[in-house]
């Protein structure tokens, strides 16, 4: 069941008509209302802060989430996208975000690229053992790199919003870019796979 009435200026409706199709809103909203007003509180988008390296809470390991959890969780990825995209308007980068980045301890990954995906208790699997060594970034700390080794090829198994079970297989970037946001499930930071103490750079 929708949760909620969406409350939306009317200068935002051109760049959010596509998003209000996108792939989560259907099941979060039951209308979107359009005011001509531009008064900010009328948004009842939600971003989130995002923990930050030092913060002990993103060494928790997170929960599966459960199907009774479903309607509970909608919130939350409607928060992932608001701060992934707040995040990427500041900084100008920024694909997913896992759920405990926000302080939510669960086994959540929210993934924007061409199109959202909602990743529900991801399950990777490592298809050949070919390794690449690439330069990680992270929105828990976005001034900084870190040299880790990562699998080339995954294959990711997830349960969508309907919670039925999907695989989708990633390579090179989009590879190292799902290992990243899964090990923030097993509260495992990119700094602490970093190939030696000299891996370490500041943008």
Request: with cysteine; glycine share 2%; net charge positive.
């Amino acid at each position: 069941m929708p949760l909620y009435t969406l409350i939306l200026p009317q200068s935002a409706k051109n760049h959010l008509l596509n998003i209000r199709q996108s792939f989560f809103y259907p099941y979060l909203y039951d209308k979107i209302v359009w005011k001509s007003t531009t008064h900010k509180e009328v948004f009842i988008f939600m971003v989130k802060e995002i923990l930050l390296l030092g913060n002990e809470d993103l060494y928790k390991k997170s929960s599966p989430v459960e199907r009774k959890d479903i309607d509970l969780i909608k919130q939350t990825i409607s928060n992932l996208h608001d701060t992934l995209m707040d995040f990427r308007e500041k900084y100008n980068a920024g694909r997913a975000i896992a759920a405990p980045q926000i302080g939510v301890f669960k086994r959540l990954i929210y993934m924007y690229i061409e199109k959202p995906i909602v990743f529900i208790n991801p399950i990777l699997n490592f298809t050949d053992k070919e390794m690449m060594v690439v330069v990680d970034d992270c929105m828990s700390f976005p001034n900084l790199l870190v040299k880790v080794r990562r699998f080339k090829n995954c294959t990711v198994t997830y349960r969508d919003m309907e919670f039925k079970e999907n695989s989708i297989k990633f390579q090179g970037d989009l590879s190292e870019l799902i290992q990243h946001e899964y090990d923030h499930l097993d509260g495992i930071l990119a700094t602490m796979r970093a190939l030696d103490n000299k891996s370490f750079y500041l943008k």
